[in-house]
Antibody, heavy 128, light 107 residues
Framework: QLQLQESGPGLVKPSETLSLTCTVSGGSISSSSYYWGWIRQPPGKGLEWIGSIYYSGSTYYNPSLKSRVTISVDTSKNQFSLKLSSVTAADTAVYYC????????????????????WGQGTLVTVSS | EIVLTQSPGTLSLSPGERATLSCRASQSVSSSYLAWYQQKPGQAPRLLIYGASSRATGIPDRFSGSGSGTDFTLTISRLEPEDFAVYYCQQYGSSLFFGGGTKVEIK
């Protein structure tokens, strides 16, 4: 049973870079069966996919955030990370890490599956 | 980018009643890559349904999903007290996008 745990600063200043890490336990982040992702939820609002990564380093980003997002993986630590640059108050949210099944056909078509494992979430507030 | 519109925004029902939640996509969802999640206050979302109609591990059979193309439905046959929550649909595949959610509240 996979377990995911987010960690990082709960307060970030406007214009700075938000950095979070997700530690995976109960399985290997290098598994060929899974991908790893970040989702956020502003207070009282809905869910927004930020982006995802496969252990090989292949990344998939939400087009609306792509210019500010970097997701990376550290297989030696069984962790993956999120960096979101130039943050504003609109980036205040609960940030979740999650995982789902990964599939790639012989033609290179990637399928990111539904998210069946989630961390508990961490609130990040952007404020001076 | 596929836009998912969920309706109604809020559903007020009593325990034991049937809940029908709708998710409409702005374009056809390929291979029925449509999932449903349940979220309770202060908790992470929980996967209920994937592939439009397949229940995730451990999900009671009172939850069922149906639909294809652009129109999808989550049905809760008889609401239990623990089912009052917010429900999100999600398209997955080459990218992931969520609908705005439907809140199922106690009438």
């Amino acid at each position: 049973q996979l377990q995911l745990q987010e960690s990082g600063p709960g307060l970030v200043k406007p214009s700075e870079t938000l950095s979070l890490t997700c530690t995976v336990s109960g399985g290997s982040i290098s598994s060929s069966s899974y991908y790893w992702g970040w989702i956020r939820q502003p207070p009282g609002k809905g869910l927004e996919w930020i982006g995802s990564i496969y252990y090989s380093g292949s990344t998939y980003y939400n087009p609306s955030l792509k210019s500010r997002v970097t997701i990376s993986v550290d297989t030696s630590k069984n962790q993956f990370s999120l960096k979101l640059s130039s943050v504003t108050a609109a980036d205040t949210a609960v940030y979740y890490c999650a995982s789902g099944s990964f599939d790639k056909t012989i033609f290179g078509v990637v399928t990111l599956g539904a998210l069946d494992y989630w961390g508990q979430g961490t609130l990040v507030t952007v404020s001076s | 980018e596929i836009v998912l519109t969920q309706s109604p925004g809020t559903l007020s029902l009593s325990p034991g009643e049937r809940a029908t939640l709708s998710c409409r996509a702005s374009q056809s969802v390929s291979s029925s890559y449509l999932a449903w999640y349940q979220q309770k206050p202060g908790q992470a979302p929980r996967l209920l349904i994937y592939g439009a109609s397949s229940r995730a591990t451990g999900i009671p059979d009172r939850f069922s999903g149906s639909g294809s193309g652009t129109d999808f439905t989550l049905t809760i046959s008889r609401l239990e007290p623990e089912d009052f929550a917010v429900y999100y649909c999600q398209q997955y595949g080459s990218s992931l996008f969520f609908g705005g959610g439907t809140k199922v509240e106690i009438k």
